[in-house]
């Protein structure tokens, strides 16, 4: 049982860390993520089948359940056909195998990680997951003096800035309570990779979720060794520096245009498709217009965008139901964090911060690495609990 969880670990590591590139490579044609969550779905059951027991948090499996479900039901009232004629937009179908095989993950990851071990390996998988996007990033970014905004080809520039945002919590974490000192320095050397990174897309959604993200640099200077507080400190001052000098006086100039596009801009015309989506709401505000309608809805508008924004999105295909349930499964992961959590709810929430801001100018309540935080913050609470769990029946038995 256990070579076979180690195995299954091994996958679900794999599938972690392909996570952040997941579209960008694919040798031979394979795409990685797909044969990686293959392989730890078929570990999985086979330790279910050789007596592992069931475990997980009730309430957030149980609300995460209710949603995926109503928005599997919401394709019975869609209003987008199954082929849908612009290539760029999900069908309905595409969607119903996404939801599926989200939940398949969310209940397979609480049955895998069982142990603090565990999921450190875990956010060092996806924090190599996050050094591998920022190479091949790197190493096609060729500035030129009129560059304002740059990009991978597969990627959409914002949602690599989350992908990347989400990382530094996790590094953060790594450099406090990594178990090897090549862990804490490969968390601490990510710091100013990632701000290079996130800088040099040109994103305004970035720089927002980048700055949420540094808030989990606080623990770090106050409860890290002394001599770790000053490395840190001169690390994120070296490397705002040299991102500072590095990237063109274009993106700069965008990046500083961040406050007043959200005063008085329209958000890169997102304002416009909100105004338009409500029209939609409108129509069908309970329930809904179905699962993947969002874009057939906009086209009699004239509007070709996605509703950049995960709650605008679900209102309109999902209605009132849906969102309030997608909202009930963020607040019971934030619940969870501040009450169970100890001083390391400091990292996490910053953790949910950066998708719950990243989900209000993207469209991202499919993504898998946004359920993956949703997850790795519950797995870190149930550690918690289970820990406390042991504690008081070992301090029970002593005293008997």
């Known amino acids: 049982m256990s070579a076979l969880h180690t195995l299954a670990m091994l996958f679900l590591c794999l599938f972690v860390m392909v996570i952040p590139v997941d579209g960008l490579v694919s040798p031979g044609g394979i795409p990685l993520l797909k044969l990686s969550g293959l392989l730890s779905f078929a570990a999985t059951l086979l330790l279910l089948i050789n007596g592992m027991s069931l475990r997980g948090d009730g309430g957030f499996i149980f609300i995460t359940l209710l949603f995926i479900c109503w928005v599997i039901f919401s394709f019975l009232w869609t209003t987008m056909p199954v082929d849908y004629q612009h290539a760029q937009a999900i069908n309905s179908q595409q969607s119903l195998k996404a939801n599926l095989y989200l939940l398949g993950v969310v209940l397979m990851m609480f049955q895998l990680v069982r142990s603090e071990r565990d999921l450190l390996a875990v956010f060092t998988a996806y924090l190599l997951g996050c050094g591998w996007l920022i190479v091949i990033f790197l190493d096609g970014y060729e500035p030129g003096v009129t560059t304002v905004r740059y990009g991978l080809e597969g990627l959409d520039a914002n949602e690599m800035t989350i992908i990347l945002s989400i990382a530094i919590p996790l590094a953060v974490y790594l450099t406090l309570w990594g178990r090897f000192v090549v862990l804490r320095l490969v968390g601490l050397l990510y710091l100013p990779v990632a701000m290079l990174a996130i800088l040099a897309t040109g994103s305004r959604t970035g720089v927002i979720v980048m700055l949420v993200a540094a808030l989990s640099l606080l623990p770090l200077l106050l409860k890290a060794h002394p001599v770790v507080r000053l490395l840190s400190l001169v690390v ?89 349930l997608y909202l009930a499964i963020i607040l019971s992961v934030f619940w969870q964090c501040l009450t169970n959590c100890d001083d390391r709810r400091w990292l996490l929430s910053p953790l949910l911060m950066i998708v719950v801001l990243g989900q209000m100018t993207l469209t991202l309540h499919e993504a898998m690495y946004v359920w993956l935080v949703y997850v790795l913050i519950m797995l870190a609470v149930l550690l918690r609990v289970e820990r406390r769990y042991v504690y008081s029946r070992q301090f029970h038995a002593g005293q008997n």
Request: hydrophobic share 40%; proline share 2%; charged share 15%.
């Open 236 to 324: 994120v001052s070296v490397a705002l520096v040299w991102v500072l000098s590095i990237i063109p006086d274009k993106t700069v100039e965008r990046l500083l245009s961040t406050g007043s596009e959200l005063s008085s801009g329209t958000l890169s015309e997102r304002s416009i498709t909100w105004e338009k989506a409500w029209l939609e709401f409108q129509q069908q505000p309970l329930f809904g217009q179905g699962l993947g309608s969002f874009r057939q809805l906009m086209n009699k508008h004239h509007v070709e965008y996605t509703a950049h924004n995960s709650y605008v999105s679900i209102a309109v295909e999902q209605g009132i139901v849906g969102l309030l």
